[in-house]
């Protein structure tokens, strides 16, 4: 491979991946505190998308004003199906909530399906963002140089939140032990809503960044890049936030070389994923940064 | 009436007449229905699909329901099994219109195999693929174990779209004129069998394992119960018939592609068991015909209607599906137990549920709501109910029960 193409498969897949990992983290969040796999954040991510396009395209709004209105919509969302669809499970069985989850992300598919047709609709452009923009020898457009940049600063700012502040330390508290938490008078139910906040604006940002260097979104969009954000959520180790951006990297930048150095696997792309998942969990079930759990009888 | 409902059995005689009665009425209508008597091809459709539905149901409760393994795999174990009856059962001479792209491998094109011998064949490849699998697998955790057989699921989906297997599988072009059901009874007959079988396999020493393991898994190690074994047969089992549920599938539409296997199909199984009761086969049976039935009907929400000249604008293609999820997601958040629980249909439970609807009614009628609901949660199979209070009551009953056969001694 020359070193034009793989300098440029490294910007492509860093960016791929600092999507991956912006998603990865919302999983992670709310599998920390709530032990729950929240199926549905994948299909909120390609809400976040559809939202983008009728800001844009239906509204006429401005890029910036946009990205606020996408931020703030996929939050509403985001905490309504938090109140919604799982805090009267709360008290019931894991296998429920999880079910729950599946029927919110089967509902959110159907209602995207309804609401927008399911045609592919075309992305927007967003001000500068598809700008073609060269490096050297790279072109690639603003967006790919952008999204890695966005998501250290988020990352850092998000890792300030849970380290630095009393809300952090309440959410490493609920995340430790649930009802302890509760017990010292935390509020539950405030902290969980606060992490659904900082996941689905996470998302929506992210949406914002994986579509824009993509032509289409449709109703489908959501449940592989959700799935394999999972994956890098685990892979990273479950609940830990730079865990989930290092898998998140990890398996955005394999999966762009998987395709640009044995282009006849290419329909294994997905599927690699997985693979690398079940190895994964075979011999390091905790994740790369994860801790190990003891199990209570 | 005396004053308050009590739960009486039916003899065994009349249940069996009774059972006898239901057999030969389903009988009755597969025939009529076979034969073009009641109905139409439609109707024969959604019977079709409900009972490979069941089947398929199913099979996916014995995993989810009876052994508390939460496994998300089952799209990927039908289509091998649509695969492995689709690829061997196109006749000889339509293959070259349907492999049209890339010419069908030399070492299969003249290989066909009869309806019965594809479908065996794949439900084995099905089982095998979860042996495989299941072994690395079924040692995870509940959410692990979800995302790894959903990924196998999608890994299976991906393996048979790919370049390398286009003169096998005819690749994402998918399969076509596969020979379709020449009766309805096929379907029919083999959900039966497979059902019967699942019945079976439950109500023997190793379902009550897979119970076991499902209340409590460390409980049920610490009583002997090999964990890995035992789930391991459960969910081969499983995918054995999500396999011949799938290639009964394939011959039911008699075109497939890997689209058609998507998560999507898994998570709307996950929802007809749920509806119908995790833990109970009679409830997804139920649940399986309801679900197809209800999404036909739903389709009126789908056509478009008009107020005069006006139309109304939130009728159009999609309402139904969003509808239909709407009324799922109420079942997974208000009536968790969904149609049966984890019982099963008996002949004493619907007298007994249509008998006391007079006390219920009663109770209603006089305002004592608490006594209403109580009645109608009167359920045990011994007249007692199920709820602390009624028990007290019925422990009641019987102490006085007692004391008044000793007076008579």
């Known amino acids: ?297 | 009436m005396p004053m308050e409902f009590e739960y009486k059995k039916l003899n065994k005689q009349t249940k069996m007449i009774l059972t006898i009665l239901l057999v030969l009425a389903c009988i009755i209508v597969t025939y009529m229905l076979d034969k073009g008597m009641i109905g139409t091809s439609y109707t024969v459709r959604i019977v079709r699909i409900s009972v490979i539905y069941a089947l398929i149901g199913v099979s996916m409760n014995l995993v989810n329901g009876f052994t508390g393994v939460f496994s998300l795999g089952q799209a990927g174990f039908m289509a091998i099994g649509a695969y492995s009856v689709g690829v061997f059962t196109i006749p000889v001479a339509d293959r070259a219109n349907v492999f049209y792209l890339v010419p069908m491998s030399e070492k299969i094109v003249n290989v066909e195999l009869s309806f019965g011998t594809a479908l065996i064949m794949g439900g084995l490849l099905a089982a095998a693929f979860a042996a495989l699998i299941g072994a690395p697998v079924l040692r995870l955790k509940s959410d692990y174990l979800a995302i790894a057989t959903l990924g196998f699921s999608e890994i299976v989906r991906a393996l048979i779209a790919n370049n390398q297997m286009w003169p096998f599988t005819n690749g994402s072009l998918g399969l076509k004129s596969i020979p379709s059901f020449n009766s309805l009874f096929v379907p029919v007959i083999i959900s039966v069998l497979g059902i019967a079988f699942m019945v079976m396999l439950i109500n023997s020493s190793y379902g009550r394992a897979f119970k076991a393991i499902r209340e409590d898994e460390i409980a049920a190690e610490a009583m002997g119960i090999n964990l890995f074994k035992h789930k391991g047969m459960s969910f081969i089992i499983s995918a054995f018939f999500a396999g011949i549920g799938g290639g009964l599938l394939a011959v039911h539409l008699t075109a497939i592609d890997t689209n058609q296997f998507k998560i999507m199909v898994t998570y709307e199984l996950l929802l007809i068991i749920v509806l119908g009761g995790l833990g109970s086969v009679t409830g997804t049976v139920i649940s399986a015909f309801l679900i197809s039935f209800g999404k036909e009907i739903l389709r009126w929400f789908d056509a478009a209607h008009y107020i005069g000249a006006w139309q109304i604008p939130i009728f159009r293609p999609g309402l139904r599906m969003v509808i239909f999820s709407l009324l799922l997601m109420s079942v997974v958040l208000f009536w968790r137990k969904g149609i049966m629980g984890r019982k099963e249909f008996s002949w004493d439970g619907i007298y007994n549920f249509l008998r006391k609807w007079p006390w219920v009614v009663k109770h209603i009628l006089s305002g004592d709501y608490e006594k209403a609901s109580r009645e109608k949660r009167k359920v045990k199979s011994d007249g007692r109910a199920t709820d602390k209070a009624g028990r007290a009551q019925s422990r009641l009953k019987i102490k006085k029960q007692k004391e008044e056969d000793s007076r008579a001694k």
Not at chain 1, 51 to 79: D, K, R
Not at chain 1, 126 to 131: H, R, T, V
């Open chain 1, 1 to 297: 491979m020359e070193a034009t193409t793989l300098f440029q498969n490294v910007v492509t897949g860093v960016s791929l991946g600092s999507a991956y990992a912006l998603i990865a983290i919302g999983y992670t969040m709310v599998y920390g505190i709530l032990r729950l796999i929240n199926f549905a954040h994948g299909d909120i991510f390609m809400m976040a998308g559809y939202f983008t396009i009728f800001a844009i395209s239906s509204f006429g709004m401005p890029w910036y004003v946009a990205i606020l209105f996408v931020i703030l919509a996929t939050v509403v969302l985001g905490v309504l199906i938090e109140k919604l669809a799982y805090k009267p499970l709360r008290e019931s069985p894991r296998m429920s909530i999880m079910i729950s989850a599946i029927g919110v992300s089967y509902l959110l598919v159907n209602s995207a399906t309804y609401l927008f047709t399911g045609l592919p609709r075309a992305f927007p452009e967003l001000g500068f963002l598809q700008k073609v923009y060269q490096i050297g020898d790279i072109s690639a457009p603003i967006v790919t140089f952008i999204t890695p940049v966005v998501t250290l600063v988020l990352l850092f700012a998000l890792m300030y939140l849970v380290n630095h502040t009393k809300t952090g330390m309440a959410m490493r508290a609920v995340s430790k032990d649930f009802e302890a938490a509760k017990l010292m008078g935390i509020e539950i139910n405030r902290i969980i809503t606060i992490t659904f906040v900082i996941g689905c604006s996470l998302a929506a940002i992210s949406a914002i960044l994986y579509f824009s260097p993509r032509p289409m979104v449709y109703p489908f969009s959501g449940l592989m890049p959700g799935l394999k954000c999972f994956v890098a959520a685990v892979l990273g180790g479950i609940g830990n936030i730079p865990g989930a951006v290092i898998g998140g990297f990890i398996i955005g930048i394999a999966e762009t070389f998987l395709v640009a150095v044995f282009p006849a696997m290419t329909g294994y792309s997905d599927a690699f994923t997985f693979v690398l998942l079940i190895v994964m969990l075979l011999f390091r079930p905790t994740g790369l940064l994860g801790e190990k759990i003891a199990e209570k009888v």
